[in-house]
């Protein structure tokens, strides 16, 4: 790729991120170009090492989130740590934090400390429920907003709530965040000011679940968990076939159409029960039982292609091994295979979900290991071999 085409080239970001809502942020400008610093303790910081895939205790989702970063070691707490960090803030055009607020602002990195240094400086934060309310100082993950927005009462069954496994909270903070960090780049070249985007885990997963929310509190239906199937429109739900389970869904009155007349039910289309997508969730265990004997007479694959003649939305229910080499996802490239240090196969790392024709995004290098360019950036900012060798001897990089 051109290094004309990469729209971030020349910015200079900071993430001092941690798992996925700050790190994650930090990889999609990183994919388009900016040059983005990834700043861990010491020691290396907790996500590095969370859910290890090789001899060194990397983790899996650290290779992921931190793809095109440099490393770089430093404890923020210590004077000379505090000082490198303003070094640093004078040359960044963007900082993300998803940290505390009081964490923020004991490592100086609060936005009225930053503005001081560098007026031009934007701050990406993200919380667990933002910086002001009762909750404001507490910590939270990913599940506790899915728990706290309603997701996980409607997900499972009314007995057990059930969280969804990807974390997906997090991953949409942080895509939010990236967008929000872009517009106040926008604004940054209008006003030469810089100012704070900020995300919370509780707001993006309210989002979520406001169409919910909304029915809720305007008609008081009172909806409970019902696993997989929909409630508001049907057939919309797993089914077991031969050999596997696939999910079909389908909403509006012209799918329900090419759907009945695939399994040869075309009388429902007279049928009150089945009048409108409403009346369709409320008998939605009726129509799945149909669709699961349709199902159970077939294979995966016989029962998709019909499904897919019909142009009816369905998808096989993948295991893990299985999809790195689904064909579709083969052909379209969608994982790129990256070598990385300490583990002999390459790593599938999914390319930037973001596609723009003239400026594609591009995973370029690894996640950087621990440290791998902390002299690097030290000496760009002004250290001699001297000063590098006595800040390592007294652990602040």
Sequence with gaps: MSKQKEILKGYRVLDFGRYIAGPFCGALLSDFGAEVIRVERVKGSEDRFTTPVSDEEDGSMFLQMNRN????????????????????????????????????????????????????????????????????????????????????????????PTKNYAPYVDFCSASLAAFGTCMALMEREKTGKGQRVQTSLLATALTMTNGLIIEQELLNVNREATFNRGQTAAPSDTFRTKDGWILIATVGQPLFERWVNLIGESQWLVDERFKDDLSRGNNSELISQRMSEWCAERTTKEAIEELDKARIPVGEVLKANEVVNEPHIEARNLFQKIPYPNIKDSVPIVASPLELSENPGEIKTRAPLLGEHTNQILEELGYSDEEITNLRDKRIV
């Excluded at 004078?90 to 993300?96: E, L, P, W, Y």
């Excluded at 004991?106 to 701050?123: Q, R, Y």
């Excluded at 100082?137 to 990913?142: A, K």
């Excluded at 309603?150 to 057990?160: I, V």
């Design 69 to 160: 970063k440099l490393g770089f070691t430093l404890n923020p707490m210590k004077p000379e740590g505090k000082e490198i960090i303003a070094k640093l803030t004078k040359t960044a055009d963007v900082i993300i934090a998803n940290l505390p607020e009081k964490t923020l602002e004991a490592m100086g990195l609060d936005f009225e400390s930053l503005s001081k240094v560098n007026p031009k400086i934007i701050l990406t934060s993200n919380t667990a429920f933002g910086t002001s309310g009762p909750y404001a100082d507490r910590v939270g993950f990913d599940g506790v907003a899915q728990a706290m927005s309603g997701s996980m009462d409607m997900t499972g069954s009314p007995d057990l």
